[in-house]
């Protein structure tokens, strides 16, 4: 898919308040400083678009991007910054399941995953949570520039391996790094096979 346009359109605090056209919507979830806002940078060829920063905790609200004039993407706040206050941390916790959960246009949810780091409680704990949930995810892993081609191999293999000790099969699984281009087209492609599929699916 080729991206031409793409478009800041608003920032909510409360999913209810969110665009109310059904388009589809792909939103951008995980830990903090795990590349969430490059990400999609990335993806729409826009190096402004969502805000990025060196220091973890940057986004706070549910931001949406129009693309191409047709569906969105979102970026979410991150989960899990340790030095939010417990008070700051629960309210954005808070914001980021309520849209997880209510928001019917939602079609898929992409869980990012820093391609360095060992399965971690916190992205075990959330992903569970969405299985339980029956919300739609994939996993993609980040940052896949910052270790040698083999490391990262090795690295997502073990996460994988990992998960299906307690998970019958994984979501569809990406590989991506935000300084090099990499997954780019893959998940760009995965997006514009769903974008094809009717909106609601069949319990609506
Ligand atoms: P919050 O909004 O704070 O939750 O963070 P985020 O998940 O949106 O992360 P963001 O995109 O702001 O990136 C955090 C830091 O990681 C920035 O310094 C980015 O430049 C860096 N970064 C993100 N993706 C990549 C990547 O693929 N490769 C490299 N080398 N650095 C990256
Ligand atoms: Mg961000």
Redo the contacts with the bound molecule.
């Keep these: 898919m080729i991206v031409n346009t793409a478009r800041f359109v608003v920032s909510n605090t409360d999913y209810n308040k969110c665009p109310t056209e059904m388009r589809h919507e792909y939103a951008f979830i995980?830990?903090?400083?795990?590349?969430?806002?490059?990400?999609?940078?990335?993806l729409t060829g826009h190096s402004g678009l969502?805000?990025?920063?060196?220091?973890?905790?940057?986004?706070m609200l549910i931001n949406h991007f129009l693309i191409n004039d047709s569906w969105y993407i979102v970026?979410l706040?991150?989960y899990g910054?340790a030095r939010r206050s417990k008070a700051d941390r629960d309210r954005l916790e808070g914001i980021i399941k309520s849209y997880i959960l209510g928001r019917e246009q939602m079609t898929n949810l992409f869980v990012?995953i820093d391609s360095r780091h060992k399965p971690q409680k916190i992205d075990l704990e959330f992903m569970e949570w969405l299985g339980e949930n029956g919300v739609p995810f994939s996993i993609v892993f980040?940052?896949?520039?910052?270790q040698s081609p083999t490391a990262g191999a090795k690295q997502t293999a073990e996460y994988c391996a990992q998960l299906l000790e307690s998970w019958e099969e994984l979501p569809p699984v990406f590989y991506?790094?935000?300084?090099?281009g990499r997954g780019r087209d893959a998940l760009l492609n995965y997006i514009e096979e769903m974008n094809r599929l009717p909106l609601l699916d069949s319990e609506q």
Excluded: F, H
């Excluded at 920063?53 to 986004?59: D, E, F, L, N």
């Design positions: 995980g830990r903090s400083n795990v590349g969430k806002s490059s990400l999609i940078n990335m969502a805000m990025t920063s060196a220091t973890p905790g940057k986004t970026d706040p991150g910054y990012l980040t940052k896949m520039d910052k991506t790094s935000s300084e090099d």
